[in-house]
């Protein structure tokens, strides 16, 4: 088992403005990395691990490199955790998830996430009863929350890890204020949560096996203190619904800390867009790829471009009897507004539009719109 340390690819879309202008004529076929490096292999203690005879054979080895600079990377098989250094290929932290039954849960999905001055990652489970969301502790390799979901998790995003009504908390709704620590969690129903991570108890620890209930609330941000008060000293959590589901699984999540936007895919090719400091909808439409799952996002934002635009990236994919079908869809955003923090942040307030202005299949040609 290994893993690939470095990838510098030809085009560094982060620092340039998309071009819709010109047709694009290097197929994506003909593109190289300019540097990679030789592959790391991974310590012998976790290929074991991840490759254990109780692993049923239906359990699929995934994992991620961590955002931002801790250089960590996940992998997960059954209900196998480990995280490893991406660059030297060291074992950093390991957990092996325990189940109600006698059948082991499986990891679903996983996301990292620092609060307080500790390291960790949200992780999603798979039991025979349901689904758990759980904040697994890098520092001590335990879990310290735990949360019983709806429906089957498919993916995770953190919003915030503090809370109050502080300036740091301004981009929120009122309601979200009385959170502490926010995760966006969707299901492959169409659950779209906003979860209390109820980091302002830390008194006592949980495990897996002894996961809180939720309690899934639609009221008025008034009502959210003496709820909360109410359902913590039971020892649950709130959580936001941002709508009911539709039987239509949400197969891709970002948090977007630009456009303060939450942004959903569907496995039917609809893209939805969350204000978070209003909690409503603000787009909502179909890829030009179809009814192809939307499969990841990555944000873009212009270097000098005197408009309020920025760019979204949305990637649909699905194995067909032809073989992948993967395409590539930009998306550009205007607002009325682009404010410069306090904190030195940027922001930008007020979509007016949200258009599709190009798509790219890679095994095809691009088309522009």
């Not at 740091?168 to 969707?186: E, I």
């Not at 607002?335 to 030195?344: A, I, W, Y």
């Amino acid at each position: 088992m290994f893993i690939l340390q470095h990838l510098h690819p030809v085009l560094h879309a982060r620092h340039q403005r998309p071009k819709t202008n010109r047709r694009h004529t290097v197929s994506m076929r003909d593109l190289a990395a300019q540097v990679t490096s030789s592959l790391l292999r991974f310590p012998e203690v976790t290929v074991d691990a991840l490759g254990e005879d109780e692993v049923t054979l239906d359990s699929v080895l995934h994992g991620k490199f961590t955002v931002g600079r801790s250089g960590l990377a996940w992998l997960a098989c059954g209900p196998q955790l480990e995280v490893v250094h991406a660059v030297t290929g060291e074992r950093f932290s390991a957990y092996r998830f325990s189940g109600v039954t006698e059948h082991p849960p499986t990891i679903l999905a996983a996301r990292d996430f620092s609060w307080l001055k500790r390291s960790g990652l949200l992780v999603g489970l798979e039991e025979d009863e349901g689904s758990i969301l759980c904040l697994y502790d890098l520092g001590i390799s335990r879990v310290v929350k735990a949360v019983v979901m709806p429906g089957r998790i498919t993916a995770i995003e953190p919003l915030v890890s503090y809370g109050g009504a502080s300036t740091n908390t301004q981009h929120l709704h009122q309601s979200l204020r009385w959170f502490f620590g926010v995760a966006a969690v969707v299901t492959d129903i169409g659950h779209v949560l906003l979860v209390d991570l109820c980091l302002d108890d830390l008194s006592c620890t949980q495990s897996e096996l002894e996961a809180s209930d939720l309690e899934v609330v639609n009221k008025s941000p008034s009502e959210i203190p003496r709820l909360r008060e109410g359902v913590t000293q039971q020892g649950r959590h709130l959580c936001l619904q941002l709508c009911s589901p539709t039987g239509t699984g949400a197969t891709a999540l970002q948090y977007i800390h630009r456009t303060n936007q939450l942004a959903v895919g569907f496995s039917d090719g609809y893209l939805q867009l969350w204000n978070m400091k209003t909690l409503k909808k603000e787009y909502h439409s179909q890829l030009e790829g179809g009814r192809v799952p939307v499969y990841a996002f990555t944000f873009q934002e212009p270097e000098n471009d005197p408009r309020n635009c920025c760019y979204l990236w949305a990637v649909q994919s699905a194995q067909d009897h032809e073989g992948d079908v993967v395409s590539l869809h930009l998306l550009q955003l205007a607002f009325g507004e682009r404010k410069c923090l306090n904190s030195g942040k940027i922001l930008y307030e007020g979509l007016e539009y949200c258009e599709e202005r190009y798509s790219q299949d890679l095994n095809g040609t691009p088309r522009f719109l």
